[in-house]
């Protein structure tokens, strides 16, 4: 049943209207203005997105809302609706979104509070959270793109906000271009579902229309899939679009909260999880799913393992995180992945605001190497940011536990037991390189340099009030989500049910002996932090020494960027300047031109030496030449 | 019968005669020029309104015996196809003049307004003419002025680049003239009426190899014009030595009278040629999208990589046009407007760049953000509506045209969503090199950003570029059947020529007892 429900449209307006208000009034209202509309319409969007879920759950089972604003494009038989539907998955990620991302522009307030660009940081990060809603909220493909769109270029904008660092410009470039690769993906997936139903001459791209040709969509399933899942490779920094992640750090940190952990790159997963329908047709794309996630999960963990900047290792953890919500997409448990990327939105948005934190106290120092015993100084953050460990972890009873379980339950009890134990594998280094990270700043000998260390303290209560809503999220967040049997066990999936698992099919398993074993993996991993880094902190430095091949790989991120740059586009540069620029439109094409023309152009460069206004004389001479020929042969062809 | 269409082409060349009246003040010339200007702007927003949408026929005809000897006529009308095209000309011939007398244009101003005015008629005159004779005159009238403007007002290798231009132009359009006589000469003698009538053409039989030759020649000349690769290499020197306003008046409007061009004489007049044709097309405007898109990306000079972005961009507009499928050619045409816009509006940025800082090279720039932040900010709106964000009109023309495609060939799909990563590259990398990164020569940091007139020129694009990004309705609705109808055309003539090749089955013969009968 779907219903008719006009605030939809609010909740994209709103920041929208912060977007107009940041751009025209910024300057002229002064900071105090901005610091209180630009977080505020981000709240009046959670609070709508409230008011909406309030309506939806009045509604019985499987509703949605929807509102049409207007009829968008229409050409020939095809036609798309700027419309937007509400249903659980929706109202799930509209929560997230709004929710972190007002706790996130709060936090903004006091991190940016001494840059003079705040308007347009500000006009960003709202048109960012109007982008990512309407991506969420979208009713269709083609509306859903323009949010998808929408995030790239906010991200672009916001990875080079200070742009006068050519290097900074240079990774906001990288980050669209990476994500045009996966946005091409997109368009060619949307396309080939059009086509496949305009061949049964059903001309939809609403996910509920097409959720109802699964005849149709059938023999162009595994294409289309496998080309909306490139675009889901690029938004969600998977392999092999995943290079643009790690670079995008260097935009501020509440960007890297905001944007590359808590909400757009985590539009991939949820844009599968929405083409469900189209996914479980394919089972062989649903496989690469299920492989990329695992792959990109092990690998971007291994490289967080040796990063030494701080937000590096938050970066590469993001990927492989990202990797357990395609795992688990991939193995059918939709619902799964999407509990993963709520409890992550939360851990993973407070371990970047507790780094900026730190960053923003030592005036932009981020390697872990200058930090150090940071416990005594900043407790708040510590204690915000252990949490977030223990979370991200998997350790009972935080929130990151619940949802990595119920994945890689869902992926043993699918038969895939090679991913499982690549999963769980990860699980143990995720615990690892995060406890690694809290050592290496809160712990041990302060190595911060001595002109920032005698004013350390803990950030205003405008940055701190954030820290602590979500590390209470991170700690309950996962309760939604209890196993079954326990109180009000699977409730997140049961509400999720009616949208994402298709009909038919069944919940994930219950927990069984398996759970011990992912209770006890994250375990062994904090303590092998613990022992490496607190007790004998020579290991990894023999460690490191003897296995140098493998130390180097990893700190080289295994050279997928030099691979790409020498397969990629250096070739392509040289090609165009080289061979397209100088041989074919040079040599060859003018080449031929000069050589029939070269007379005529000679004639006027000489005329031209004599008497300049004869060029043009010329030029008329010509043209009446050829006026001349026209008659001659009219002449001839009529009169005959 | 209204006179509108005549009133509307021939209003710039009355203005145009009456600046030769004016004192001798360049203020007063610029002025008048563009109070002249707004007349025919105002008279096709008439149009717009007083167009009858949902028609696919032609709308405020005129049709008078002009050289009725040789079956030539006075035949002017509109349709869904060329009324926004006719706005977006009166739309950029007025900014164009605007911007002008704001110091782009430093002597001369009364010669400069003249030739843009007289380039005007020509421009309205070639959009809204039904008689092949009629369209010849204004196409070639459309060159005379062009000519001038490059050679007189350009920069740098102008007559280099002028007579490339004129020379290549001259070459296709001799082709097309010698198509356009045999055609009337085979309608007199098959038809028994000597006639140029775009519409009495259609009805002329040719067989298979004459219909092949004469769409060559029309073909050719539309090519050059657009321009497809491999014939485009006029293109970059001309419009990068041409003055501001002569770059987006090219850019902006004549290329687009190849594709046009190809939509209302070559593919009407010879539709079963065009369907073979085809893959031809396609496969050549895909290399224009990637080639352009590459050469783009290497260019120095920043008006010359606008330019070679147009190779690219108008390779989009072919592919619509040749998938011959409704959705398809909407976008194209679609496409046309908004490259239109967006290229002329990028022209005019980097004409204000020049006037500041009398250089284009790219390496000359670096960290403009930090001294002219408004005119960055526009910079990167444009680019967004270039490299077809959705949500800004250029997105809609892509789509379309790139689905409609999907629906025909599939294949040329693949290939020209290259050109889609392609775009974004090459405009931002060349973006970041000018605005972003430290300020290298102090005397960037001392520009000055943009006047109240600049702003003024920049604000009407702007609005259009959202409008037609977010409600595309009331253009596509009164496209539509004017590309419906052309479809059509070439389905009925394909779908003939099928039934005529067919060998008839036996069982669909009558048989010979019922004939007898019959008889």
């Avoid at chain 1, 969600?236 to 260097?250: F, N």
């Avoid at chain 2, 710039?12 to 002025?31: C, H, I, S, T």
């Avoid at chain 2, 001799?174 to 000597?194: E, F, G, K, S, T």
Wanted: include cysteine; charged fraction near 10%; charge should be neutral.
């Amino acid at each position: 049943m779907t219903q008719q429900f006009w605030p939809l449209g609010l909740i994209p307006l709103l920041p929208l209207g912060g977007v107009l208000f940041a751009l025209f009034g910024g300057r002229r209202g002064g900071r105090r203005a901005v610091n209180v509309v630009a977080p505020g319409v981000v709240g009046l969007a959670f609070a709508v997105s409230v008011w909406s879920l309030a309506r939806l759950v009045s509604l019985p089972a499987g509703g949605a809302l929807r509102f049409a604003a207007w009829r968008w494009i229409a050409a020939g038989p095809f036609h798309v609706e700027m419309a937007l539907r509400f249903d659980a998955l929706t109202a799930i990620m509209c929560l997230v979104v709004t929710g972190v991302g007002a706790l996130i522009h709060v936090y903004s307030v006091g991190y940016m509070g001494h840059d003079e660009d705040y308007a347009r940081f500000f006009t960003y990060m709202n048109l960012f959270t109007a982008s990512m809603l309407i991506l969420v909220l979208a009713d269709n493909l083609v509306v859903m793109f323009v949010g998808w769109e929408g995030v790239g270029l906010c991200s672009y904008l916001l990875i080079a906000f200070w742009y006068t660092n050519p290097e900074y410009a240079y990774n906001g470039r990288k980050a669209f271009i990476v994500n045009r690769v996966g946005d091409a993906g997109f368009l060619l997936g949307i396309f080939t579902i059009v086509y496949a139903l305009a061949r049964g001459g059903v001309w939809t791209v609403t996910f509920a229309g097409m959720s109802h040709q699964a005849a149709l969509l059938q023999p162009y399933a595994t294409a289309a899939a496998l080309l909306l899942f490139l675009g889901a490779t690029g938004k969600s920094a998977q392999i092999p679009l995943y290079v643009w992640l790690p670079d995008a750090m260097v935009g501020p940190t509440p960007v890297s909260a905001l944007i590359h952990a808590a909400t757009m790159v985590t539009a991939g997963v949820y844009m599968v999880t929405r083409l469900g329908f189209l996914f479980t047709l394919a089972p062989a794309a649903l496989t690469v799913v299920a492989v990329v996630g695992a792959v990109t999960a092990f690998f971007a963990a291994t490289i967080a393992m040796v990063q030494t900047d701080i937000k590096r290792v938050l970066a590469y953890s993001t990927i492989s995180q990202i990797g357990y919500m395609m795992l688990g997409a991939g193995v059918g448990a939709f619902s799964a992945g999407i509990f993963h990327l709520m409890t992550h939105a939360f851990f993973k948005a407070l371990l970047f605001l507790c780094a900026g934190a730190i960053i923003h106290e030592l005036d932009g120092e981020q390697e872990m190497g200058r930090m150090g015993g940071l416990r005594g100084s900043m407790p708040i953050t510590w204690l915000t940011m252990l949490t977030a460990a223990l979370a991200i972890s998997g350790i009972p009873p935080f929130a990151g536990y619940f949802s990595k379980d119920q994945i890689l339950e869902a992926t043993f009890a699918s038969g895939h037991p090679t991913l499982w134990l690549i999963g769980v594998i990860t699980a143990g280094l995720t615990a690892f390189y995060i406890f690694r990270l809290i050592i290496l700043t809160f712990y041990g000998e302060s190595r911060v340099e001595p002109s920032k260390a005698a004013h350390l303290h803990d950030a205003p209560a405008v940055m701190t009030v954030p820290l602590i809503v979500l590390a209470l999220l991170s700690v309950g967040g996962g309760w939604v989500g209890l196993p079954r049997g326990f109180l009000w066990g699977e409730a997140f999936n049961r509400f999720l049910a009616p949208v994402v698992i298709p009909p038919g099919a069944e919940l994930a398993t219950p927990g069984s002996g398996l759970a011990l074993v992912m209770i006890a993996i994250p375990i062994v991993g904090v303590a092998a932090a613990v022992v490496c880094y607190a007790q004998m902190p020579g290991l990894p430095v023999l460690v490191a020494y003897k296995a140098r091949l493998l130390d180097s790989l990893l700190r080289h991120k295994y050279y997928v960027d030099e691979l790409y740059n020498a397969v990629i586009a250096r070739p392509l540069f040289w090609v165009a300047a080289y061979v397209l620029h100088r041989g074919v439109d040079g040599a060859v094409i003018d080449g031929l031109v000069n050589g029939t023309g070269l007379t005529l152009l000679e004639g006027g460069e000489e005329l031209r030496r004599t008497e300049s206004g004869n060029v043009q004389h010329y030029a008329l001479l010509y043209l009446c030449g050829a006026l001349g020929i026209g008659a001659y042969y009219l002449y001839r062809v009529v009169i005959r | 019968m209204s006179f509108a269409l005549t009133i509307l082409v021939f209003v710039p060349l009355l203005g145009a005669g009456a600046l030769m009246l004016l004192p001798d003040d360049d203020e007063v010339v610029w002025r008048s020029a563009f109070i002249f200007s707004l007349v025919p702007l105002a008279l096709s927003l008439y149009l717009l309104v007083a167009f009858e949408p949902g028609r696919a026929d032609y709308q405020f005809v005129e049709h008078y015996a002009w050289i009725p000897q040789f079956g030539i006529s006075y035949h002017l009308g509109i349709d869904g196809i060329s009324l926004f095209l006719v706005i977006l000309t009166t739309v950029l011939i007025t900014l164009s003049l605007l911007y002008s007398g704001g110091g782009d244009i430093a002597m001369r101003a009364r010669e400069f307004c003249f030739l843009v005015l007289v380039l005007e008629t020509g421009l309205l005159g070639a959009l809204l003419a039904l008689d092949l004779i009629l369209f010849y005159v204004f196409w070639e009238v459309m060159l005379v002025p062009m000519y001038f403007l490059i050679g007189i007002w350009g920069h740098g290798r102008k007559l280099y680049a002028t007579f490339k231009f004129v020379l290549f132009t001259m070459f296709g359009s001799l082709l097309m003239l010698v198509a356009m006589l045999y055609l009337a000469a085979a309608a007199h003698a098959r038809l028994d009426n000597l006639t140029f009538d775009l519409p009495a053409l259609y009805r002329v039989p040719l067989s298979a190899t004459e219909a092949r030759w004469l769409f060559a020649g029309f073909a050719i000349a539309f090519a050059i014009k657009v321009p497809v690769w491999p014939v485009h290499t006029w293109l970059p020197d001309a419009h990068t030595e041409a003055p501001t306003a002569g770059s987006v008046i090219l850019a902006g409007i004549m290329l687009k009278m190849g594709t046009y061009g190809f939509l209302r004489f070559a593919i009407p007049l010879f539709p079963v040629v065009a369907v073979e044709a085809a893959p031809w097309f396609l496969a050549l405007a895909v290399v224009g999208i990637i080639y352009g898109a590459l050469v783009a990306m290497v260019q120095p000079d920043l008006k010359r990589l606008i330019a070679y972005s147009s190779v690219s961009h108008l390779g989009f507009v072919m592919l619509g046009i040749f998938a011959l499928d409704p959705t398809g050619v909407d976008g194209a045409v679609y496409q046309m407007l908004n490259h239109g816009l967006s290229t002329g509006a990028l022209f005019l940025l980097v004409g204000m760049l020049y006037l500041r800082r009398h250089t284009r090279e790219i390496a000359d720039f670096g960290g403009l953000w930090k001294s002219i932040p408004v005119y960055a900010a526009i910079f990167m709106f444009i680019m967004l509506s270039s490299i077809g964000l959705p949500g800004l009109n250029g997105f809609v023309g892509e789509f379309l045209v790139l689905l409609g495609t999907f629906l025909k060939f599939r294949l040329a799909v693949y290939f020209a969503v290259i050109g889609v990563i392609l775009g974004a590259l090459y405009m931002m990398w060349a973006y970041e090199r000018v605005m972003w990164g430290p300020i290298t020569h102090a005397v960037n940091a001392t520009l000055a950003d943009l006047t109240a007139r600049e702003i003024a020129v920049m604000v009407p694009l702007i609005a259009l570029i959202l409008f037609m990004g977010l409600y595309p309705r009331p253009l596509l609705r009164r496209i539509e059947p004017s590309v419906a109808g052309v479809i059509n055309r070439v389905d009925a003539a394909v779908a003939m020529q099928a039934e005529a090749q067919a060998p008839v089955p036996l069982a669909r013969r009558p048989a010979p007892s019922r004939m007898l009968a019959r008889q």
